[in-house]
């Protein structure tokens, strides 16, 4: 049973690493004064979510694999938009 756990806790906290993610993204102010800030917060955010991410494949189950892989190409979706956007 601890394996399960384990499994499902690590997937669960992969998922809200990433919705936390989306949320500071969703909710940046690219005119604001703090903007400077807030894109490093973002950052530091999906790169914690990346590293849930590969923790929770270790033991992931077939499905839990596929939802952590669509997980991993939304954040890069949110690397790609901020790269293009400070360019």
């Given at each position: 049973m601890p394996y399960h756990k384990d499994k499902q806790q690590s997937f669960q906290a992969a998922q809200q690493g990433t919705n936390e993610a989306f949320h500071l993204y969703e909710n940046?102010?690219?005119?604001?004064?703090?903007?400077?800030?807030?894109?490093?917060?973002?950052?530091?955010?999906?790169?914690?979510a990346y590293?849930?991410?590969n923790n929770a494949l270790e033991n992931a189950s077939e499905t839990q694999r596929h939802r952590l892989e669509q997980y991993q190409r939304d954040l890069q979706k949110i690397v790609n938009d901020v790269n293009e956007s400070s360019e």
């Open positions: 940046i102010d690219k005119s604001g004064a703090d903007y400077g800030l807030q894109l490093k917060h973002l950052k530091e955010e999906v790169n914690e590293q849930q991410i």
